[in-house]
């Protein structure tokens, strides 16, 4: 057995620390930790400042450690320490409650190492997040530039094709049918290879243009699918009625009429509709549905909005008949209820109409 773990020898047992508290009183297993935390601090605190303090003359050593003057060594261990004016660290903010709780009971020294160790993860946290936020400008910058350059590429691929076109018709203006093409190649076959590297150049700047047009009937079904979506969207905001199926489906059918008879045929309207065609403000068409819009506001503007009268009870006799409406009234009642449901132009012209006849 080593020496100095003799268990039969006291001398050789582990030294004990027995922390001194201020009474008895049992206490919580996070009390006890930080209990021991700021002992050993504390002591730990004393033994540096003894490292650093400077070398007494053999004397004074003798006169501190003389036994006759303990009351020095008390008094100096009952001065208040520097580590208990020291701030609380606080727990990162990110945690929990649980986790802050458990970080107040550890150790002053555990605490420290992990304030240090959140400090840099979060300091590379955002040196990661601020290099990704950079890379994704850089990408989305060299994004731009490359769609730049394709666009200019496509938009000059038509001139190329005619310079190509127009320089084949002057060289090559005697081949014009396949028969000029063989006697070509059987007579003159240099010129015959000249011919088809350039009908080969042709030809790839065709399927250039065709692709590129492809590309661009795809990229416009995409967008046109986003905004017709949004655009419906914003129509049943500003008229949730058209939600219901049954006014949607009645208000089309009234609206296809209209636009055929202004001279849309059902072909025009589906592919208006789909977005395969495009209509102008200048199409008489168009026009006429404006002038017809502004019509109608202007025949519902003119439609005094006069309060309703308050009914008065008539007393009739016992045995008179209940009066009836005029047949103006019930006119007026039917043209207005059928403007209501149809909000049709002509409705509103015709009840207008009637409204201003009553008044003469």
Not at 92 to 102: C, D, G, L
Not at 230 to 256: H, R, S
Not at 266 to 288: A, F, M, T
Not at 302 to 309: E, G
Request: net charge negative.
């Amino acid at each position: 057995m080593q020496e100095g773990f003799n268990t039969g020898d006291p001398q050789g047992a582990p030294p004990v620390e027995v922390v001194p508290t201020s009474d008895h009183t049992p206490i919580s297993p996070s009390e006890a930790a930080r209990a021991l935390a700021q002992y050993r601090y504390k002591r730990d605190a004393r033994e540096d400042r003894a490292a650093e303090a400077p070398e007494q003359p053999a004397a004074d050593a003798e006169s501190a450690a003389s036994p006759d003057e303990p009351a020095a060594a008390v008094e100096a261990e009952a001065q208040p320490d520097q580590a208990e004016e020291l701030p609380p660290i606080e727990p990162p903010r990110s945690w929990s409650n649980e986790e802050k709780e458990r970080f107040a009971s550890l150790p002053r020294e555990t605490q420290e190492y992990l304030t240090q160790r959140e400090t840099e993860r979060d300091t590379a946290l955002r040196r990661g997040q601020n290099e990704t936020a950079e890379q994704r400008k850089a990408i989305e910058a060299e994004r731009q530039q490359l769609e730049q350059t394709r666009q200019q590429y496509e938009q000059a691929l038509p001139t190329l094709l005619a310079t190509l076109q127009q320089a084949q018709s002057g060289e090559f203006s005697d081949i014009k049918t396949m028969q000029d093409v063989e006697r070509l190649a059987r007579e003159d076959w240099p010129r015959y290879a000249l011919w088809d590297a350039h009908q080969k150049k042709i030809s790839a700047v065709q399927q250039e243009m065709q692709a590129s047009q492809q590309r661009q009937q795809q990229q416009y079904q995409t967008e046109w699918a986003k905004w017709a979506t949004d655009e419906d969207n914003k129509f049943l905001d500003a008229a949730p009625e058209m939600a219901n199926k049954e006014t949607a489906a009645k208000v089309t059918k009234q609206a296809t009429d209209l636009l055929t008879t202004l001279g849309f045929s059902e072909s025009d309207i589906g592919n208006l509709w789909s977005g395969r065609n495009n209509v102008s403000l200048r199409d008489h068409r168009v026009q006429l549905l404006i002038r017809d819009a502004m019509r109608y506001r202007e025949a519902k503007a003119a439609v005094p909005k006069a309060a309703a009268p308050k009914p008065v009870a008539k007393v009739q006799r016992p045995g008179t008949p209940a009066e009836r409406a005029t047949e103006r009234d019930t006119q007026l009642t039917g043209l207005d209820k059928t403007l209501e449901d149809s909000g049709s132009i002509k409705d509103g012209l015709a009840l207008l109409v009637a409204r201003r006849s009553g008044r003469r």
